[in-house]
Nanobody, 112 residues
Framework: QAQVVESGGGLVQPGGSLRLSCVAS????????LGWYRQAPGKERELLAT????????YTSDSVRERFTVSRDNPKRTTYLPIKDLKPEDTGVYYC?????WGQGTQVTVSS
């Protein structure tokens, strides 16, 4: 059964850091591109970053480029999204998409 599971979210103070992870199973991870998305309260889901299957080609949204860095470890079937200098506007549910598979998301709340 194909599955994608995000983790690493939580409650963080402004200025803090997190590393989100996303583990895939049940399908061939290293043949697929992937993306990280965020859905803030009351807003549509937005694309944050993408990476091709080899990891050699990435895209990061201008709005987060200086603070978010997408990576992947194909042998571990995992993608990572380290986030630094978190801001209250980063609050939302973060989703990982690999090929056509989506996870349930991990909640990030940035608040003092």
């Amino acid at each position: 059964q194909a599955q994608v599971v995000e983790s690493g979210g939580g409650l963080v103070q402004p200025g803090g850091s997190l590393r989100l992870s996303c583990v895939a199973s049940g399908f061939t991870f290293d043949t697929l591109g992937l993306g990280w998305y965020r859905q803030a309260p009351g807003k549509e889901r937005e694309l944050l970053a993408t990476m091709n299957r080899s990891g050699g080609d990435t895209y990061t949204s201008d709005s987060v480029r200086e603070r978010f860095t997408v990576s992947r470890d194909n042998p571990k079937r995992t993608t990572y999204l380290p986030i630094k200098d978190l801001k209250p506007e980063d609050t939302g549910v973060y989703y990982c998409g690999v090929g056509f598979e989506w996870g349930q998301g991990t909640q990030v709340t940035v608040s003092s």
